[in-house]
T-cell receptor
Framework: NAGVTQTPKFQVLKTGQSMTLQCAQD?????MSWYRQDPGMGLRLIHY???????DQGEVPNGYNVSRSTTEDFPLRLLSAAPSQTSVYFC??????????????FGNGTRLTVT | DQQVKQNSPSLSVQEGRISILNCDYT??????FLWYKKYPAEGPTFLIS?????DKNEDGRFTVFLNKSAKHLSLHIVPSQPGDSAVYFC?????????????FGTGTRLKVLA
């Protein structure tokens, strides 16, 4: 059981380049989300989705796009990378129905550097 | 506006003693609270959670206490072990309102000294 899989593990971009961070889960979770972790800032929610075709903004959505065409996948797109987007990105998923004792499961992260 | 706050960036505790990590929140709609542990270069892993209908939940060495009137929760680790050294995040969500956003605190780095 792979859980939440994020690719790539590391990425270096130049300012203005675009890229997509991939996230896939095999637990049939309805809920998926993206966080970024920065020193002293904790984990901040970028975007989330409660099911295929449904997405919404989190705390820090600017500069990022998401889509949810399948239950399993929730890619995060940076359309024009900026140095301020240098961070570690985590994808997480959970069940919605029967929420009790259904915490978020995290991937191992993507470390992104924008020069 | 930080809705979930962990005011202690770091904590050092002797092995075998109790570790107490604190978390405060401002949004009275939060009704589900979680604690996560994070090692370097890994994703956060779930430790323990508590619903707002309870004031205490235990799982082995880990106990979470919730004080709704004070909007405060704490994580107790007894006894602390060197392997507990990690960054601990608290998180909250307002599921009763149909909102499934998990909001995290800034984390507390725990160091357990052998």
């Amino acid at each position: 059981n792979a859980g939440v899989t994020q690719t790539p593990k590391f990425q270096v971009l130049k300012t203005g380049q675009s890229m997509t961070l991939q996230c896939a889960q095999d637990m049939n979770h309805e809920y998926m989300s993206w966080y970024r972790q920065d020193p002293g800032m904790g984990l901040r929610l970028i975007h989330y989705s409660v099911g295929a075709g449904i997405t919404d903004q989190g705390e820090v959505p600017n500069g990022y796009n998401v889509s949810r065409s399948t239950t399993e996948d929730f890619p995060l797109r940076l359309l024009s990378a900026a140095p301020s987007q240098t961070s570690v990105y985590f994808c997480a998923s959970s069940y919605i129905s029967g929420r009790v004792n259904s915490p978020l499961h995290f991937g191992n992260g993507t470390r992104l550097t924008v020069t | 506006d930080q809705q979930v706050k962990q005011n202690s960036p770091s904590l050092s505790v002797q092995e075998g003693r109790i570790s107490i990590l604190n978390c405060d929140y401002t949004n009275s709609m939060f009704d589900y609270f979680l604690w996560y542990k994070k090692y370097p270069a890994e994703g956060p892993t779930f430790l323990i959670s508590i619903s707002s209908i309870k004031d205490k939940n235990e799982d082995g060495r880990f106990t979470v206490f919730l004080n709704k009137s004070a909007k405060h929760l704490s994580l107790h680790i007894v006894p602390s072990q060197p392997g507990d050294s990690a960054v601990y995040f608290c998180a909250a969500s307002a599921e009763g309102s149909g909102t499934y956003k998990y909001i995290f605190g800034t984390g507390t780095r725990l160091k357990v000294l052998a």
